[in-house]
């Protein structure tokens, strides 16, 4: 699965090259839902300048500026992202009831378990993770958002489908031939210094009012 594109995890010397004016136009539009403005202060959607260079436009997001792919010889400092190696859909949820049996799923250790059905000696039926051996995580205990408050080693980090056309596949607790579903995404961590040098100017923290 494609990464998701988020401004704040390419800070400095980043550029995005965009071959066809769709392409511009969805990093035009990401962009200034984003908060940013061209450099002279006009709107990305009023105006994608990709014309002028056409499929050799990239552009310098964290600058707010654009230019030829061909010229960058003259900054090689800059690092080119490609616009179709990222995933520009809508961020996908998942909760607790979302999960199906058959789904593998990779805990914050690393660990892979798959979602398995389970009944009790009582004949209560309840679905948990079945890990390797006899580790076993009912999905009642589980927050919605897949997290196990009192023992977060075993929050859901990554969720994977099913497999298909594949009997002995379906049955391995191994992500391979699986596609990912879901990835919890956390916050990035940034420092002030790293924020002034992501925006290319100095800021001062303030508190909401």
């Known amino acids: 699965m494609k990464p998701k594109f988020r401004l704040e995890d390419y800070p400095g010397n980043y550029v995005m090259h965009c071959k066809t004016e769709e392409e511009a136009k969805t990093f035009c539009s990401f962009l200034a839902?984003?908060?940013?403005?061209?450099?002279?202060?006009?709107?990305?959607?009023?105006?994608?300048?990709?014309?002028?260079?056409?499929?050799?436009?990239?552009?310098?997001?964290?600058?707010?500026?654009?230019?030829?792919?061909?010229?960058?010889?003259?900054?090689?400092?800059?690092?080119?992202?490609?616009?179709?190696?990222?995933?520009?859909?809508?961020?996908?949820?998942?909760?607790?009831?979302?999960?199906?049996?058959?789904?593998?799923?990779?805990?914050?250790?690393?660990?892979?378990?798959?979602?398995?059905?389970?009944?009790?000696?009582?004949?209560?039926?309840?679905?948990?993770?079945?890990?390797?051996?006899?580790?076993?995580?009912?999905?009642r205990f589980f927050e919605d958002d897949m997290t196990l408050p009192n023992f977060p080693d075993y929050n859901i980090e990554r969720v994977f489908g099913l497999v298909y056309g594949s009997v002995f596949g379906s049955l391995t607790m191994s992500p391979d031939g699986r596609e990912l579903l879901w990835e919890r995404k956390e916050p990035q961590k940034m420092t002030v210094a790293e924020v002034c040098e992501a925006l290319g100017c100095d800021v001062e923290i303030v508190k909401e009012h």
């Open 33 to 139: 839902a984003n908060g940013k403005k061209w450099r002279d202060g006009k709107s990305y959607e009023e105006r994608t300048r990709w014309g002028v260079c056409r499929e050799r436009t990239y552009y310098n997001f964290n600058k707010d500026t654009y230019g030829d792919i061909l010229y960058r010889r003259y900054n090689s400092n800059e690092e080119v992202l490609e616009f179709d190696n990222f995933y520009w859909g809508e961020e996908k949820t998942m909760k607790k009831n979302d999960l199906k049996v058959g789904y593998v799923v990779q805990d914050k250790r690393g660990r892979f378990g798959m979602v398995m059905p389970y009944m009790n000696e009582k004949g209560e039926y309840s679905v948990g993770i079945a890990y390797k051996g006899s580790d076993w995580a009912n999905l």
